[in-house]
């Protein structure tokens, strides 16, 4: 079985910062906003084994494929040849845009 590396974009980790920022300040605790970011982390780890997931939005971007993630986030990615690039984390409906 391939094991694909995962890669997060800077824009996909300003994402993750973002949404620790906003759970923290909506449940005002830190130790919620950590683990929710781990959650999310941990679920983009599976893709290292399982990365054929998610609609594939072709329109949007060549191989760009969409998965949810526990009902309020959305992950963007491509599966290339070695690697698994994560390009954004959505929370809660904001949209990709492709480019």
């Not at 983009?44 to 054929?52: C, L, R, V, W």
């Not at 191989?63 to 070695?82: N, W, Y």
Request: hydrophobic share 40%; aromatic share 12%; net charge positive.
């Amino acid at each position: 079985m391939n094991r694909y590396h995962i890669r997060l974009t800077p824009e996909a980790e300003l994402d993750l910062l973002h949404i620790y920022r906003f759970v923290r300040k909506k449940a005002a605790s830190n130790t919620v906003a950590r683990s929710y970011i781990a959650r999310i982390r941990a679920f983009m780890e599976e893709f290292e084994a399982f990365p054929q997931r998610g609609t594939t939005r072709d329109h949007i971007r060549p191989g760009l494929r969409i998965v949810g993630f526990e009902r309020r986030v959305s992950i963007a990615f491509v599966v290339e040849p070695t690697e698994v690039v994560i390009l954004r984390v959505l929370y809660a409906g904001q949209e990709f845009e492709g480019g």
